[in-house]
């Protein structure tokens, strides 16, 4: 699935870990993904939290399944300034249609600059 | 400000309309912001609202002002499919620090497919 | 579907317009709903919302359905003060499963004071 | 604080745990705070982790503030049933003027029920 986001390939971003109930996508930093500041754009966190966050949605549902974000709230906590970025997705309680997530986003191993709650849903 | 959003440029967006309190972002459909199924990622559409939605907050603030995204919850409608994208910002209530926001994401001018309610901090 | 919740007896809250996918809820200020500072408590604000939310969605949805809520988001606008408060629902978006709501909670009739985008799902 | 949100005394819930950056609230099942499946109504979730989130926001603020909700997410992950309810707020990070908090609400001491992320303003 992770294959297919291209805007993940586009960003650099890679997948990796997968576990029951758990992704790591990681971003290393890049330039045209920030602003001015040196911060990384609210859309470039929210893009690889979502993505992780639907992933580990998808590693709980029956085999064949795909997912899509019915929709998700981040908070930016501080800003997004590092060298290098992992979005860790983790399933919050897991249904037959509806699972709900959350994702963290941690800059360089050690501070979280946003955390996401998300509401994924399975398409058979 | 636009200017200084580089995942702007690297997604191929730009700021269509500015009015006090309304600013439009569009975004022609291009391969490589969406997935597979030919829609565009939900980080894409996040990504122009959160913009959308944070100029709007700015173009009400006073002059020499930045803004940030405090958070943002954002529904997804229906699959962004389309040719062209609008992310419509508007401002809900401007107060002194906050601001509240909402951005709708239109597909080809007539399908809603996202919307998004914001909370944006003037930064001095 | 009102009557049966009981909270809303409790706060003293009422149906008081139903439309499709347009839905009332109207309280009137009673100082045991609110805080010292004489502004209605964010719960009680957000329970009528929720109602107002939810109910709109049920009037979407076909007959025999019951409604509960995925998840909710509110901004508090302004603070909560006034002696009637009405929560206006109003659908956003009706699809088989997952519904799409916003409620605007109104200070006597010209102060919105808070303002929720919701998710909800349809129980046969 | 707790003593001035008298919705907290409406619905019979009490302050049981505050320590730095952590407040839990009980609320005992009433029936008048539910619905007729027996489950604890949205709002009323809702209002318990509210405060449990702004009280744990306050205590890490300085001596004399306020607190007041900015917004909140919150996801119900299961039906609210239960004898006994307790809203455990956290803080996720605290800073000078706003304070990101999360609170889980937990039925019978072993069910998480409901999970919010909220956004809490010092008022000085």
Redesign the interface.
């Known amino acids: 699935m992770f294959a ?7 960003m650099g971003a890679q997948l990796t870990r997968v576990a029951l109930g758990e992704v790591d996508v990681s971003l290393p930093y890049r ?7 040196g911060a990384l ?4 966190v ?3 939290a ?2 992780a966050a ?1 992933l580990a949605a998808l590693s709980m549902m029956p085999e064949g399944s795909g997912v ?12 997004a300034i590092g060298a290098h970025f992992v979005a860790k997705g983790r399933v ?2 897991a249904g037959k ?2 699972t ?1 997530s959350t994702a963290d986003v941690i800059a360089d191993g050690e501070r ?1 600059v946003a ?1 996401m ?1 998300a ?1 994924m ?1 399975r398409r058979a």
């Open positions: 297919q986001q291209r805007l993940m390939t586009l330039h045209d993904l920030g602003q001015q500041t754009h609210a859309g470039t929210a893009a690889i979502d993505t639907g899509a974000s019915v929709e998700f709230k981040i908070n930016f906590l501080a800003p919050v309680r249609t509806i709900v979280v955390t709650l509401t849903i």
